[in-house]
Nanobody, 123 residues
Framework: QVTLVESGGGSVQAGGSLRLTCVAS????????IGWSRQSAGKEREVIAA???????VYADSVKGRFTISQDLAKNTYYLQMNDLKPEDTATYYC?????????????????WGQGTLVTVSS
């Protein structure tokens, strides 16, 4: 009943920036424990950032200091600002969340997933 749609991916040179957007639509607002994850060929999916409605955030060490997760709850929209991009950041990026509140960690299971948006970082 809730749909998440990511956008903002593309191709960028190393050291550049991109801002990903995730828009939630449908019922069952708000979403809880919204996380941004990424996956590339040959690697496991990695949850890199998460945010709660109270603005609590958590980041994976691989992106801490470079990426920032944020939200605009009035617009049902979630963002991932990615700075100082590196070739190893190349992946398909997904947003996901839950419709009920519970413990929220990076590895928390999430029920609702978007379709993903591709980010390619060239050297």
């Amino acid at each position: 009943q809730v749909t998440l749609v990511e956008s903002g991916g593309g191709s960028v040179q190393a050291g550049g920036s991109l801002r990903l957007t995730c828009v939630a639509s449908g019922n069952s607002y708000p979403m809880y424990c919204i996380g941004w994850s990424r996956q590339s060929a040959g690697k496991e999916r990695e949850v890199i950032a998460a945010i709660e409605p109270d603005e609590t955030t958590v980041y994976a060490d691989s992106v801490k200091g470079r990426f920032t997760i944020s939200q605009d709850l009035a617009k049902n929209t979630y963002y991932l600002q990615m700075n100082d991009l590196k070739p190893e950041d190349t992946a398909t990026y997904y947003c996901a969340g839950n419709v009920v509140a519970d413990v929220c960690e990076l590895d928390t299971g999430r029920d609702i997933w978007g379709q993903g948006t591709l980010v390619t970082v060239s050297s």
